[in-house]
């Protein structure tokens, strides 16, 4: 009998669930690789703790940018990293249901499908993340009524009004989580010559960052290496220039939420009017940014619980209906 297994491969993280024993991975999407022989050397969390910590051939490697495969072959490979590590053989010949970006290309689509197969998926079923996560949050996504979510992720923002189990407006683009902390890296590269850790700048989003431009808590110090000399330096970084990379992120957000419900048709509008637009993502635990949303488009902006894993969930909700999936759902390999 296949196995039946859900995997929401993110920019940031990837997460995958079964049929039978629910959510068993929650890991960053983190590959380390043998630049000389080829070979994977560790994934996910175990990926993680290599970082800083490798010899010259060894290099850590993201295989998803901005939502989107960026290697084929290093994708197909974790993967097969997950199947393993979930006890998923080859054998098992497991049938997979993935999600997608809106934003996502028919050419992308099909190297994401691609890389399951290789890994050893027998079938695989795409769906689009907004209705991945309108299912997980238990919307009426089938019923003639207007459901709005907007889903922040790592490297894409992307929101959607869905009715009679498909997409009736959307709006996405290729920003997101992960641009906030490359924009802090930037901004302290430049104007302080300094670099610190990937995972000081994911505290420092967490802890002073406001989609509202608002001052939370005090400066805080870190250690940091000066460029020009490669010394070590407690430095202090001042929320005003955590919430000088927030803006661009966070604009975007408000921007796309208010292009969708822009286009939506009446009806529908009353829909969201009356039950509000869900949130979710990792990005969506951004300090104001659901007030930020409620502001600009005046209907109330819910944040879900465990924002992260609603979209793994309801691809796993889906799994019991592999089988009329299609029926469900509308064909989205455009």
């Known amino acids: 009998m296949a196995t039946d297994v859900a995997i929401d491969l993110g920019t940031s993280r990837t997460r995958l669930a079964t049929d039978q024993r629910g959510v068993l991975i929650d890991e960053p999407t983190l590959v380390a690789l043998d630049t000389s022989s080829g070979d994977v050397v560790e994934i996910g969390d175990r ?14 490697f993201r295989p998803l940018a901005e939502g989107t495969t960026v290697d084929f072959d290093v994708t197909a490979r ?11 053989s080859k054998l098992s010949r497991a049938r997979v249901i993935m999600s997608v970006p809106t934003v996502a290309t028919s050419i992308e689509r099909r190297a994401l499908r691609q890389a399951a197969v290789r890994a050893g998926a027998k079938e695989v079923t795409l769906m689009e993340a907004p209705v991945a996560a309108a299912i997980g949050l238990g919307l009426p996504v089938q019923d003639p009524v207007g459901s709005a979510v907007a889903v922040l992720g790592a490297g894409v923002t992307e929101a959607a009004l869905i009715s009679l189990g498909g997409i009736v407006t959307s ?8 641009n906030i902390e490359e924009n802090l890296a930037s ?15 994911e505290e420092l989003k967490v802890e002073l960052g406001s989609a509202r431009g608002r001052i939370r808590g005090h400066s805080v110090v870190v250690r940091a290496r000066r460029i020009s000399d490669g010394r070590p330096v407690e430095f202090e970084v001042a929320p005003e220039l955590v919430n ?11 921007r796309l939420v208010q292009e969708c419900l ?69 064909e989205i390999d455009r």
């Open 47 to 60: 990926a993680l703790a290599l970082v800083g910590r490798l010899p010259r051939h060894v290099v850590v």
């Open 78 to 88: 974790l993967i097969s990293g997950l199947f393993e590590r979930a006890g998923i």
């Open 171 to 178: 709006a996405a683009r290729r920003v997101g989580g992960n």
């Open 187 to 201: 901004l302290l590269r430049i104007r302080h010559n300094v670099v610190v850790s990937p995972a000081v700048l």
């Open 244 to 254: 000088a990379a927030v803006t661009e992120v966070a604009s975007a957000a408000e």
């Open 262 to 330: 822009g286009d939506a048709p009446p009806d529908l509008s009353q829909d969201v009017s009356t039950q509000g637009v869900a949130l979710v993502g990792g990005h969506s635990q951004l300090a104001d940014v659901a007030e930020l949303l409620e502001t600009s488009t005046g209907v109330s902006v819910n944040v879900a619980h465990d924002p992260g894993t609603v979209i793994v969930r309801g691809l796993a909700m889906c799994l019991e209906q592999m089988s009329n999936l299609h029926s469900l759902f509308r």
